[in-house]
């Protein structure tokens, strides 16, 4: 029978024996420590199939093998939780301590250490309430670490050539972007299709961002066959929701992708009044996907407008130095006399001057045949032969006599001799080649020892081949002693001593 034991009880031996014997008839038999856990287990699955418990997460951790182990709890009670791999990886949030969670799953025990638990099936946080003490304790991790900080910000290209958007493809918010895009400046737009919501969504945001910013800076050319070119310029779009609807944004690798991102970020989440952490993290937050696009682009007839303005200041700007020359140069020139005034008085003086010029040839010519007439009369042929005879006679009755002429020289050498020995005797520095010395003070020669001014303390002796510079000593009654000499002019020799 089920149950019996395999031995009795010796109803006879006294209790508290010893040996444990068994006893026919007794079908209390007992269980082992296994088939005890075991009939527990059984019992509490039977009994609690599946439970739906509320309650603030805690010792949250998750193993290498990716299975989630956690403690569920409230005020007066704790129940262990593990949470298979399978079913953590479609959470929609990550799992901290302290969140208040509703989680779902089946009731059973774990006889390895005696304890019962619930493995999750599926977990959800608790009201909005606890949602919104989640995202408050995420941002304020995040921007612990920095990531929201105004200095990461950068600012965004003015005309990108290329934009990239992460958004769904079948939303309404792609097309608002392209034709918003279209009617201000129309680019090359990328779109990089994820899902905005539910399970996996923020995988795939982050996934499109960081691919975006992987491709290849030196790509090709905005429309050529075959290549993508990276962009300028990212937009992370979705419409309008719930809290729940747009989580996604909030979770932490679409705020860490988006910081990380190394192309300019516009965030354009949700309506006016929605926002997430993926606006803190972006360089710029568009309040709605449309604003997000005119946030990406100038309108272009604005800048046509602006360039035709620039283009007509240019024109002014070059041309207003020529009107401004024309202007003064009118001025200066209505300034100037006429010509005819200026040459009025020069053609008068022109006019005199030809009026006495030509009296004055009539003149000169009436003068000179007179006087050619004059001429004429006097230069008859008997009378030119006449004074041709007479000259002749005259050379003839010349006579030239060198005696004259050097008389006259000699007479005039014989002067120049005499100064010349004159001169030689009147040279003062004559007697200087016999022995003499010519002595002066500075400037004038000393020809009397009275002469010499007191005081007089260099005077210079000058003889045939040199001059020597003397300091005098002594009185002028007394002779000299000997006096410093310095030499100039050839070089030294031994000298007398002067007395």
Not at 20 to 31: E, Q, S
Not at 316 to 343: F, I, M, N, T
Not at 416 to 434: G, H, N, S
Request: proline share 7%.
């Amino acid at each position: 029978m089920p149950g019996q034991l395999p031995f009795d009880i010796d109803d006879s031996a006294p209790e508290g024996g010893l040996v444990a014997r068994p006893v026919a008839g007794d079908n209390a038999a007992p269980l082992t420590i296994s088939e005890i856990a075991q009939a527990l287990k059984r019992t509490v699955e039977d009994r609690f199939g599946h439970v739906k418990l509320r309650g603030e997460l805690s010792g949250v951790k998750r193993a290498a093998s990716g299975h989630l182990y956690c403690c569920l709890k409230d005020e007066g009670a704790v129940i262990d939780g593990v949470m298979w791999r399978t079913a953590g990886s479609r959470l929609s949030f990550l799992p901290e301590d302290g969140i208040e969670v509703v989680a779902w799953g089946k009731l059973t025990t774990y006889p390895g250490r005696s304890k019962y638990q619930i493995v999750i099936e599926g977990m959800e946080i608790a009201g909005e309430g606890a949602l919104l003490a989640l995202l408050d304790k995420t941002r304020r991790r995040l921007e612990g670490e920095g990531l929201f900080a105004p200095e990461r910000k950068r600012a965004l290209p003015f005309l990108p050539r290329t934009i990239g958007v992460v958004t769904s493809p079948t939303g309404a918010v792609i097309r608002d972007i392209l034709h918003r895009l279209a009617d201000r400046f129309p680019s090359h737009v990328l779109v990089w299709p994820v899902a905005v919501q539910g399970q996996g969504a923020a995988e795939q945001v982050a996934a499109a961002v960081q691919g975006f910013c992987n491709l290849d800076p030196s790509g090709s050319k905005p429309g050529a066959k075959g290549s993508i070119p990276r962009p300028d310029l990212l937009i992370v779009a979705r419409g309008g929701g719930s809290i729940e609807d747009l989580w996604a944004f909030n979770e932490e690798v679409v705020v860490r992708a988006i910081a990380a991102a190394t192309i300019p970020t516009i965030s354009a989440v949700g309506h006016e009044t929605d926002t997430t952490l993926a606006d803190f993290a972006a360089d710029m937050r568009a309040p709605t996907p449309t604003a997000a696009a005119e946030l990406a682009v100038p309108v272009r007839r604005d800048l046509l407008t602006a360039l035709d303005e620039l283009s007509l200041r240019q024109r002014r700007c070059a041309l207003r130095p020529v009107e401004l020359g024309r202007e003064r140069l009118e001025q200066r020139v209505a300034r100037l006399p006429r010509p005819a005034a200026l040459a009025a008085q020069a053609q008068q003086r022109l006019d005199e001057a030809s009026e006495r010029l030509r009296r004055a040839l009539a003149d000169r010519a009436v003068e000179a045949r007179e006087r050619l007439q004059a001429d004429s009369a006097r230069l008859s042929a008997p009378l030119l032969r006449q004074r041709l005879a007479s000259s002749r006679r005259d050379l003839a009755a010349t006579r030239l006599r060198p005696a004259l002429l050097e008389r006259e020289w000699a007479e005039k050498n014989a002067r120049l001799a005499a100064l010349e020995r004159l001169r030689r005797q009147l040279d003062p520095k004559a007697p200087l080649a016999r022995g003499y010395a010519l002595v002066c003070a500075p400037g004038h020669p000393i020809v009397a020892s009275r002469a010499l001014a007191l005081g007089q303390d260099r005077l210079t002796l000058e003889f045939h081949d040199g001059t020597l510079e003397v300091t005098p000593g002594g009185t002028r009654d007394v002779p000299a002693r000997r006096s410093t000499v310095k030499r100039s002019g050839p070089p030294r020799v031994d000298q007398p001593k002067l007395l």
